[in-house]
């Protein structure tokens, strides 16, 4: 696997997509570009709002997200310079604020934002006000620019950019590197806020889902599952962008964590799939045999080694 240490979350984006060779300077600025450097996506009808789950700290952690933009507007000066809104969806729930320096539009940082949840950021009304200016390149930008909308428990993002007479860049994808993802009651300390651990997410989809009672948590076990987490360095930093059934998420992520789900006296939970000691440590001790097996014990002809 290739590992990048780097104050800069730009130096992520290479290797998001699986595990890749380490590329020499040139090729991971040509990359990089190349991935960031793309026109804006506009949300579609019945798209699923994203999950954004990060917590950043000791310098680790977050999660770089292209938001779809569900409104825009796009005008142009007396110079032909052109002024350009999105409003984005960052994500189900409050999340932390994005500081400037972690807002991108394409592979710059440029721009203005303002960030907000349980309703629509920005003043502005979207709609295409590009004039025609006699002597210069008519601007083609899109006529539909979507409606004023409500966003229920949701953080949206206004961004805002000029753009010189001449330039397209203006089209590009605004891009954001979350350190600090949807706010959750973390098990570690109660605390309502953003959070990496994978029982911390757990319990959040049984809610959210509707599909398991809050009662019918194990909540017990969940705790000591996100001691296993942190004792043992397992954080979870993820953009769930995709519906997916409960219990199929569950099989496919939780053995990432060295987790299976489990459903014991009605509760569900998780267990580990090794042995653990009493601190939440993986058990590396010796096991201690119960029961030594002979052939007094096996029917004659029904097991060979």
């Known amino acids: ?22 590329p020499n300077t040139q090729e991971n600025a040509e990359v990089t570009n190349s991935e960031l450097d793309v026109a804006q996506r506009a949300v579609k009808i019945g798209e699923p709002v994203p999950i954004v789950f990060a917590r950043r700290r000791n310098n680790a952690g977050g999660v770089l997200i292209s938001p779809g933009a569900t409104e825009a507007r796009f005008e142009n000066d007396s110079s032909n310079n052109i002024g350009v809104y999105y409003h984005l ?13 972690d807002l991108f539009h394409g592979p710059c940082r440029i721009g203005s934002h303002s960030q907000t949840y349980n ?3 920005g003043l502005w009304d979207p709609g295409n006000y590009i004039s025609y200016i006699s002597g210069l390149d008519f601007i083609e930008a899109p006529y539909y620019c979507g409606i ?9 993002l206004s961004f805002y950019a000029l753009y010189t007479a001449g330039v397209d860049f203006w089209k590009r994808q605004v891009h954001a590197f979350i350190r600090n993802g949807m706010y959750v009651t973390r098990y570690e300390d109660n605390v309502y806020g953003p959070s990496d651990s994978f029982a911390d997410l757990v319990k959040w989809v049984y809610i959210k889902s509707g599909r398991v009672p809050e009662a019918l948590i194990d909540n017990t076990g969940l705790a000591s599952i996100d001691l296993f987490l942190r004792v043992n360095g397992f954080t979870c930093n993820c953009n769930i962008k ?17 987790l299976k789900e489990t459903r014991m006296n009605g509760l569900r939970g998780l267990r ?15 096991i201690v045999w119960k029961y030594s097996f002979t052939e007094d014990d096996i029917l004659p002809g029904s097991f060979e080694v």
């Open 1 to 22: 696997m290739t590992w990048i240490s780097s104050s800069d979350p730009l130096a992520l984006v290479y290797i998001q997509s699986g595990q890749i060779p380490t």
């Open 89 to 101: 969806v960052l994500g189900e729930g409050q999340m932390g604020a994005i500081p400037v320096k």
């Open 119 to 121: 309703r629509r950021a």
């Open 148 to 156: 004023v909308g409500n966003y229920p428990d949701m953080s949206t």
């Open 242 to 258: 995709e519906s997916e059934n409960v219990g199929d998420y569950l099989s496919k992520w939780a053995p990432y964590f060295l």
């Open 272 to 286: 580990p799939l090794l042995p653990v000691t009493s601190g939440g440590a993986i058990d590396t001790s010796p």
